[in-house]
């Protein structure tokens, strides 16, 4: 699911990884993802899906500068907790297209200028 925010969530990730199809069952370990997994496939495995490996998926010389700073640690964060990780900074094409806490003041402008989210009403 894309949020506003230019992220997206990790709740999909918590199902990954826990392997739940319904409330009271689990999968076994055996077939549940890592973190680590999960989150190749959500960035390289993404790439692949959509044909474009070659040029996103990873952070490495010669691929596009997209990329998301996280409100917590995913890989160390306690797994309940999962869901609510947010993107505070992100870079599509390695420009700012969003960014929340400390980091506002890179945030680009609004535009056009009469939107909802510049003028401070969420009706038009």
Known sequence: MFT?????TFSGSR????RRPRPCEIYP?????SRD?????????????SDEESDKGNIAPGQ???????SQDYLSVHEVLIPE???VLTLVGGKVVHAEAEHCA????????YSPLAVGTDTL
């Open 37 to 49: 997994g999960a989150l190749r496939h959500m960035t390289a495995g993404s790439a692949w899906m």
């Open 15 to 18: 199902r990954t990884r826990h």
């Open 4 to 8: 506003p925010s230019g992220l997206y």
């Open 106 to 113: 890179l945030n680009p402008p609004v535009l056009p200028g």
């Open 29 to 33: 370990p055996s077939r549940r993802l």
């Open 85 to 87: 990780t947010t993107s």
């Open 64 to 70: 596009l500068a997209d990329l998301a700073v996280l």
